[in-house]
Structure formats: C-alpha cells, structure tokens
C-alpha cells in the first residue's frame, strides 16, 4: 500500500481538463511544499511535470498544473491531448518513516 | 545537461548481491542528493535511498538491512548494492538527482533505468 493516494485511472475526453488528486498527511503532502507530479509513459523514464506544489520545469506545457489544500495535492491537466495518455505519479517529501513518499499511480486515458 | 546512465548486470542469481553504478556526466555530483528508485513490473515506483555528495545516506526503511549506497566522488558516479536479492526484488532500477541542493524528495534528472531479474 503507497502512502500517497491516489486514484487508480481517470478518463477524460480530448479538449477536456481532468484533475489527478494525491492525498497524503500532515507528514508530507499537507505539511510542506515539496509536492512533484512525473508523468511516465509505457516503457519510459519518469518525467517530472510539476515540483514545489506548482511549479514547473522547463519545457513542460502550460496545459499541466498543480495545485494544494490541506493534505491533498492536485495535477490538473487542460486541453487532454492524446499524448498525455500516461501513468502519472505524485511525490512528496516527508518526517516519516522514509524521507520520501510516493503514490501509487495513476493511469490517465484520453477517451 | 546533466545525463545520469545506470550500468550493471541485468541478471542475478537469488541470495546473491545486485550490484548498479550510476554515472553522472554534464555536471558534478557536488552539492546535490542522488537517489535510487526501483519500479516492479506492472508497478509503481519505490524510493530505495539517497546519497548526498559528501556521503550521508538515508534508506527506505523496508530494505535497510539489506541496501548500501556508495559515491566517487573522483569518477563522478555513486552506486548501489542489495544484498540477499529474492523475485521480489526484480524490477527497473533508476537513479535520479534531487532538484534542489537540499532534500525534498523531487527528482528532476532520471537515468534510463536498467531492468535487474533475479532468476536462476
């Protein structure tokens, strides 16, 4: 079982904006702003999209943001295009048991 | 433009020792943590440890006993033993650079990842 959850798939249709929700505890997500989001597609690298809650890299569309209240974190994604048909993961630094935790992943679909 | 590349058998026999070096070109390990990460597959990714440049090390408390994490600083990689491997630990292997010079847990540069099976 992850520490961070998230839900397992969201769907949406092209043009459309979806919203990736992490929830965590006030050891990590709710407690500090060093929230990423990595998008990863099948057999590749993970890619980081957003860090520190809401920033991001770049070279990263403006399409993807992030976004935080109390101990849930958010990536929302405009405009879903076909190419962002991916597993996303949210991260967040921690006070407890490992420095860093992650989700469990989510499985986006662009219907 | 940092490059991180992992290197290391693909294949390793259980109760034995997994061995990985991650070479780090485009920039200096100085002044940044490094970690390992490690996804199953068909699974999610699990954080293994960090390393900061002057040698600290930090482990997930799940493979403590059974992780080391070492740097050199003189060939710019730093590399990771797990001792004792099962099935279990199959799965692609990945290092990765934290985005600030402090911890907070977010990786910005990621190797390609290598994929270790523990098999006889």
């Known amino acids: 079982q992850s520490a961070l959850t998230q839900p397992a798939s969201v769907s949406g249709s092209p043009g459309q904006s979806i919203t990736i929700s992490c929830t965590g505890t006030s050891s990590d997500v709710g407690g500090y702003n060093y929230v990423s989001w990595y998008q990863q597609h099948p057999g590749k690298v993970p890619k980081v999209m957003i860090y520190?809650?809401?920033n991001r890299p770049s070279g990263v569309s403006t399409r993807f943001s992030g976004s935080k209240s109390g101990n849930t974190a958010s990536l929302t994604i405009s405009g879903l295009q076909a190419e962002d048909e991916a597993d996303y993961y949210c991260s967040s630094f921690a006070t407890s048991s490992t420095p860093v935790v992650f989700g469990g992943g989510t499985k986006v679909t662009v219907l | 433009q940092v490059q991180l590349q992992e290197s290391g058998p693909g294949l390793v026999k259980p109760s034995e020792t997994l061995s990985l070096t991650c070479a780090v070109s485009?920039?200096?390990?100085?002044?940044?943590?490094w970690s390992w990460i490690r996804q199953p597959p068909g699974k999610g990714l699990e954080w293994i440890g960090f390393i900061y440049y002057s040698g600290s090390t930090n482990y997930n408390p799940s493979l403590r006993n059974r992780v080391t994490i070492s740097a050199d600083m003189s060939k710019n990689q730093f590399s990771l033993k797990v001792s004792s491997v099962t099935a279990a630990d199959t799965a692609v292997y990945y290092c990765?650079?934290?985005?600030?010079?402090?911890?907070?847990?977010?990786?910005?540069?990621w190797g390609q990842g290598t994929l270790v099976t523990v098999s006889t």
């Open positions: 485009g920039g200096s390990i100085s002044g940044y943590y």
């Open positions: 520190d809650v809401s």
């Open positions: 990765a650079r934290d985005h600030h010079g402090f911890w907070s847990g977010q990786l910005d540069y």
